[in-house]
């Protein structure tokens, strides 16, 4: 009884303890956006200080208007694109990033970037694979980030997320 017992444990341990473990995939529409006032509704400055506090940032639609803005995503962490490590496919397929990724440490490991969707369906954590974009992890939520089928690629630059535009694509869900 006591071995079984024991096996049992083992063999969770080894399988990951963390449900089925399988991954789906799923056909989804997929947008961008970008950390500026138009893709996120900040704007400089308040009337209330006759816009004289330029160098702060705030809230101009919703329910949260007038409110500072932090930048910061739904779950609290900073938002980022996704970045490549040096043992990654990307250093074959640009073998001039290779010395750059060698000199400077933080280069070294890969990132998976920030993505948005609706945490009724997708809880903060989850892991996304989106061809075009790399890996991605759902850390926050838009305002017109409704449904299943529905995501937000975070890029640094609004020409970027522009650049992505609106695209149909299938996406890989990992649990």
Known sequence: ??????????????????????????????????????????????????????????????????????GLTASGTKPHEPRPGLFSIDSIKKPWMIPFRIIFPWLWFSRDGTIAADTRYYKFGTRLYVPGYGFGVIEDRGSAIKGPTRLDLYYNSHSAARKWGRQHLSVTIYP
Not at 8 to 28: E, Q, S
Not at 42 to 57: A, H, I, Q, V
């Open 1 to 70: 009884m006591k071995y079984t017992i024991i096996c049992f444990i083992l063999a969770g341990l080894i399988t990951g303890l963390n449900g089925c473990g399988h991954k789906v995939v799923k056909k989804m529409e997929i947008t961008a956006y970008c950390g500026c006032g138009k893709c996120c509704c900040w704007e400089r400055g308040s009337w209330k200080y006759l816009k004289l506090d330029f160098w702060n940032k705030y809230i101009n639609k919703g329910k949260s208007k007038g409110r500072p803005y932090s």
